[in-house]
Every structure is written in C-alpha cells, then in structure tokens.
C-alpha cells in the first residue's frame, strides 16, 4: 500500500496572523486607491481652475479636437479704372501748374517772395517724381477719359524719365537759390524750370486745340 499524505496542520495562531498581514495589505492598497483618486481629483479641479484664469484673463483656450475650417477664397484684384488713374494724376498736375502760376507772379511782381517761390519748386519736385512713379500706368493716353497723354510716353519711356529726372534737377538748383532770399539768385533756376517743364510738354503732352 502506497503512503499516506497527510496536510500539514497550520498553527491556528499563525492563520491569526496571516489573516491580519492580508488586511493590512488590503487596507494600504484601498489607501493608496484613494490617494489616486484624490490626486487624480485634484489634477481635474486644477485644469478647470487653469481654464477659467485664461478665459478670465482672455488668453484664447488650447482647442485639441476642432476641425479645421475650410480655407476661405481669395477675391481678385479689382483691375483699376483708367478714368480714375487719369483724375488723380490730372490732380497732381494742377498742383504743379498753381505752383508755377505762383513763380509767374513773382516773375511779375505781383506779390509773391522768393519763399513762395522755393515752395513751389518742392511741389513741382514732388510731382515729377510721382510721374514716373504711378502717374502713368499704361492704358491712359490719349482717347481714354480726358486724358492728354500722348503714346509716346510709354513708346518712349527711357526718355519720358529723363525728361522728368531734369525737371527734378532744375527744382533742386531753385529750392537752393531761393533759400538765399535774394531775388536775383532765383531768377536763372527759375527759367531752367521752365525749360524742363517745355521740353517734356513738345514730346509727351497732345498739344491744345
């Protein structure tokens, strides 16, 4: 006959103490349970605090699950309305135009100084620089609006921007003298002006019924 196995018989006091290590083992993972779930509490209440200073503070909330809107269209450029280029840039000649009028009367002794006259060469300075620099756009010549623009500015525009860089010139040389103040010293600009302002009007300006 084989050999009887018998189970060892456990002390009744060490069962006692097993059971207890098991409870305490129980307790302190039920402790540490809760410790998570506070922690974890707490980080939630903190991220609502977070989010409510930055809207408070209006800093924009982070978005993480939006969808990204579509990209809008461009519109195109409007093409600009050669009768509106031709106004403005016949605007901007008036304003030379009353400048010279201005020197004229000074020419005539007709109360105008010889500050007047270093005035108005600034203006005619600053014209001429706008005429090669957006007063032009092709497209205004002559036939479209009132324009008096001849072809030849644009067939010729190496010399429609010199004609202009000497007019330039000769107000640089005028602004000079008149900031003398002495009448005589404004006299010779004075007609080199005017020959600036002839030699572009024969080749560029459709003369006048």
Known sequence: MGERITSPVVPVSRNRSMSAACMTLAGKILMT??????????????????????????????ETSRAAEPARPVEPARAADPTVQIEERQREIRKMSAAMLIIGRFLKNEG???????TSADIIRAVAAKM?????????????GRSGARPEVWQQWDMFRERASDLI??????????????????????????????????LFRRKRP
Request: glycine residues 10%; proline residues 5%.
């Open 33 to 62: 349970t809760k410790k998570t779930a506070i922690t974890l509490l707490l980080a939630l209440l903190l991220a609502l605090l977070l989010g409510a200073s930055c809207i408070f503070l209006g800093a924009p909330p982070v």
């Open 169 to 202: 010139k000769a107000t640089l040389q005028l602004t000079a003298a008149a900031a003398t103040g002495k009448a005589e010293a404004v006299q010779t600009p004075i007609r080199a002006v005017g020959q600036a302002c002839a030699a572009c009007h024969e």
């Open 132 to 144: 090669v620099d957006g007063l032009f756009p092709q497209g205004t010549e002559v036939g479209v």
């Open 112 to 118: 105008a100084t010889v500050a007047d006259v270093g």
